[in-house]
């Protein structure tokens, strides 16, 4: 039987709902990456078809989760950034992702002077998933017509989050949606 999204968000909210902790958010990388083997779903949500930009697919009405399809038509890299008090998982759907994963290593949290260190990257493939948890600093780096599927613990229009200005020191509040502002 083929896996679909709704039995992804409904096992995505069973996994949270009895574990909502890094474990928890683990399984749901896991699931991702189960839902991502359905190749009719990722052709409908991300396809050749798929309207361009970010739409939500689902939102939990109960624990606040969304699934958000991304269909970029030109290439993109983020500066790093966190998703504040929400957590990611990023599913590679078409063509790849380069993430980069920081430690902020001046021990705040709020914007003003930061200083990051980058301690890993590598490169989502289609069909793998990536989670990043509460407070994570991350940069995504994707092609033109890179496409994937990410979950987050909340609408993150909702969220204070940061984005880091590596050359100026600096942590910035993110006033919109979008950590490329």
């Not at 083929?2 to 968000?9: E, G, M, N, R």
């Not at 902020?104 to 990257?121: F, I, P, Q, T, Y």
């Given at each position: 039987?083929?896996?679909?999204?709704?039995?992804?968000?409904?096992?995505?909210?069973?996994?949270?709902?009895?574990?909502?902790?890094?474990?928890?958010?683990?399984?749901?990388?896991?699931?991702?990456?189960?839902?991502?083997?359905?190749?009719?779903?990722?052709?409908?949500?991300?396809?050749?078809?798929?309207?361009?930009?970010?739409?939500?697919?689902?939102?939990?009405?109960?624990?606040?989760?969304?699934?958000?399809?991304?269909?970029?038509?030109?290439?993109?890299?983020?500066?790093?950034?966190?998703?504040?008090?929400?957590?990611?998982?990023?599913?590679?759907?078409?063509?790849?992702?380069?993430?980069?994963?920081?430690?902020?290593?001046?021990?705040?949290?709020?914007?003003?002077?930061?200083?990051?260190?980058?301690?890993?990257?590598?490169?989502?493939?289609?069909?793998?998933?990536?989670?990043?948890?509460?407070?994570?600093?991350?940069?995504?780096?994707?092609?033109?017509?890179?496409?994937?599927?990410?979950?987050?613990?909340?609408?993150?229009?909702?969220?204070?989050?940061?984005?880091?200005?590596?050359?100026?020191?600096k942590a910035i509040t993110i006033e919109s949606a979008?950590?490329?502002?």
């Amino acid at each position: 039987m083929t896996y679909t999204l709704d039995a992804f968000t409904k096992d995505a909210k069973a996994a949270l709902a009895a574990d909502n902790s890094p474990a928890g958010r683990e399984q749901v990388r896991v699931l991702l990456e189960k839902l991502l083997a359905n190749q009719q779903f990722v052709d409908e949500a991300v396809g050749p078809a798929a309207p361009m930009g970010t739409r939500k697919l689902y939102e939990d009405k109960d624990l606040g989760f969304v699934v958000l399809a991304h269909v970029n038509a030109k290439g993109h890299k983020s500066p790093p950034h966190d998703h504040g008090s929400s957590w990611a998982v990023y599913g590679q759907a078409i063509k790849y992702t380069d993430m980069s994963v920081y430690k902020r290593l001046d021990g705040g949290n709020d914007a003003g002077d930061a200083k990051l260190e980058k301690v890993k990257s590598y490169r989502l493939e289609p069909g793998h998933a990536g989670v990043y948890d509460v407070g994570d600093v991350h940069a995504i780096d994707y092609p033109e017509g890179s496409r994937f599927v990410r979950v987050t613990g909340r609408d993150l229009d909702h969220v204070r989050r940061l984005k880091y200005d590596m050359a100026a020191g600096k942590a910035i509040t993110i006033e919109s949606a979008s950590a490329s502002a």
